[in-house]
Antibody
Framework: QVQLVESGGGVVQPGRSLRLSCAAS????????MHWVRQAPGKGLEWVAV????????YYADSVKGRFTISRDNSENTLYLQMNSLRAEDTAVYYC????????????WGQGTLVTVSS | QSVLTQPPSASGTPGQRVTISCSGS????????VNWYQHLPGTAPKLLIY???QRPSGVPDRFSGSKSGTSASLAISGLQSEDEADYYC???????????FGGGTKLTVL
């Protein structure tokens, strides 16, 4: 069965960096586009970034453009989110999600990892 | 402020039918298909509807979706207590070159 497990969250000071990982299993990771989506405390879901199956295309939300970088290692079945210049407003639960191509939708989601940006 | 507008709350009694709207523009709903998600805080969001009106395997047919022009709707019939959750619409935006979520609607089953 499809499994997505996020890790790497924690408490970090403003301006510092953090890298999130998403370990995928139960499917051919290299065949699917992958997303990061976040939810700040008391707020709604916010899409963060997407990377195509082969890493050739990536898109970002304006709120993270220039600070966050999405990447993947298809040999390790792992998705990453490098987060630099972190701000208090980046505090959120970060989810990775697999896009099912023919649905044009994120069908499978991980349980999320909490990032807290605070001094 | 999201580019997709949803009512912040909705409610109904068990057995009732409720609808949740999602209003967008020509660059998102007007030109791309809409997905709907159910989310209970602390859990993984669940895909309810994809491509405007299609249900993934395992989603009850009490849930249905529709789209017209630059608006979309999610309908839940035969409301049950376990339907109490947050609901989000999502769509690709051609102008932003990214996905956008609606602000979310908190459904309360009275």
């Amino acid at each position: 069965q499809v499994q997505l497990v996020e890790s790497g969250g924690g408490v970090v000071q403003p301006g510092r960096s953090l890298r999130l990982s998403c370990a995928a299993s139960g499917f051919t990771f290299s065949s699917y586009a992958m997303h990061w989506v976040r939810q700040a405390p008391g707020k709604g879901l916010e899409w963060v970034a997407v990377m195509s199956y082969d890493g050739s295309n990536k898109y970002y939300a304006d709120s993270v453009k220039g600070r966050f970088t999405i990447s993947r290692d298809n040999s390790e079945n792992t998705l990453y989110l490098q987060m630099n210049s972190l701000r208090a407003e980046d505090t959120a639960v970060y989810y990775c999600a697999r896009e099912t191509t023919w649905m044009a939708a994120t069908e499978y989601w991980g349980q999320g990892t909490l990032v807290t940006v605070s001094s | 402020q999201s580019v997709l507008t949803q009512p912040p709350s909705a409610s109904g009694t068990p057995g009732q039918r409720v609808t949740i709207s999602c209003s967008g523009s020509s660059s998102n709903i007007g030109s791309n298909t809409v997905n709907w998600y159910q989310h209970l805080p602390g859990t993984a969001p669940k895909l309810l509807i994809y491509k405007n009106n299609q249900r993934p395997s395992g989603v009850p047919d009490r849930f249905s979706g529709s789209k017209s022009g630059t608006s979309a709707s999610l309908a839940i019939s035969g409301l049950q207590s376990e339907d109490e959750a947050d609901y989000y619409c999502a769509v690709w935006d051609d102008s932003l070159n990214g996905w956008v979520f609606g602000g979310g609607t908190k459904l309360t089953v009275l």
